[in-house]
């Protein structure tokens, strides 16, 4: 079965600093894609970046950029240059690859970041 | 372009009541998944649908049910409520599930069973 691990229940980030959110996972599927999500007090869950396991390249999408590293099956996600509206819940989440596709995702328990001034 | 619209976004329900949620995906997204949130057990898949065609089913009680219009357009359905169905409802939308699409969410529904 599948699981994502997000060890980090908060963090805090001085404004302007980067920060890193650490996120592991586990399948035996060689085929699946890693998404992170931002969700603010509203509830609303945005979507940040996506990664799939036969990308070559680390994902990147304006102040962020996922580090992926296969072989340790870690997909954390980095945020630069932090600005106070970063402060919300992380979710890192797993879809696994399987035939005729699918949209299950399988998510971590969230780390929850503070940007501080 | 729209987002993922979910209706209503906030509701008070009785224990032993029904609900009906809605979603609208993006324009030409075709799957749509729903998932619950509550402090306890995080985030849980509930089922997934693909061209009227439910694709994939997560572990809850049969209370749980939805279906998918022509449209595209989602509801799920909560019947006999219990306090413990108390959670935030998201709605997410995709093109068609196959592997590299995007999976949006909606701003979600807030359940709250008395």
């Known amino acids: 079965a599948q699981k994502i691990t997000q060890t980090q229940p908060g963090m805090f980030v001085q404004e302007k600093e980067a920060v890193t959110l650490d996120c592991t996972y586990d399948t035996s599927d060689p085929s699946y894609g890693l998404f992170w999500y931002k969700q603010p007090s509203s509830g609303e869950m945005i979507f940040l970046i996506y990664?799939?396991?036969?990308?070559?390249q680390n994902a990147t999408e304006g102040r962020y950029s996922l580090n992926f590293q296969k072989a340790r099956k870690s997909a954390n996600l980095v945020i630069s240059a932090s600005q106070l509206g970063d402060s919300a819940m992380y979710f890192c989440?797993?879809?696994?690859?399987?035939?005729?596709?699918?949209?299950?995702?399988?998510f971590g328990t969230g780390t929850q970041l503070k940007v501080e001034l | 372009k729209a987002g993922v619209t979910q209706t209503p976004r906030y509701l008070i329900k009785t224990r032993g009541q029904q609900v009906t949620l809605s979603c609208s995906p993006i324009?030409?997204?075709?799957?749509v998944s729903w998932y619950q949130q509550t402090p306890g057990q995080g985030l849980q898949f509930l089922f997934e649908y693909f061209s009227e065609t439910q694709r994939n089913k997560g572990n809850f009680p049969g209370r749980f049910s939805g279906r998918q219009f022509s449209n595209s357009r989602s509801e799920m359905n909560v019947s006999t409520l219990e306090l413990g169905d108390s959670a935030l409802y998201l709605c997410?939308?995709?093109?068609?599930?196959?592997?590299?699409?995007?999976?949006?969410f909606g701003e979600g529904s807030w359940l709250t069973v008395v």
């Open positions: 990664q799939g396991s036969y990308d070559q």
């Open positions: 324009s030409g997204h075709r799957s």
């Open positions: 997410a939308s995709s093109l068609s599930g196959l592997s590299g699409n995007t999976i949006y």
């Open positions: 989440a797993m879809r696994e690859g399987r035939r005729g596709g699918g949209n299950k995702l399988t």
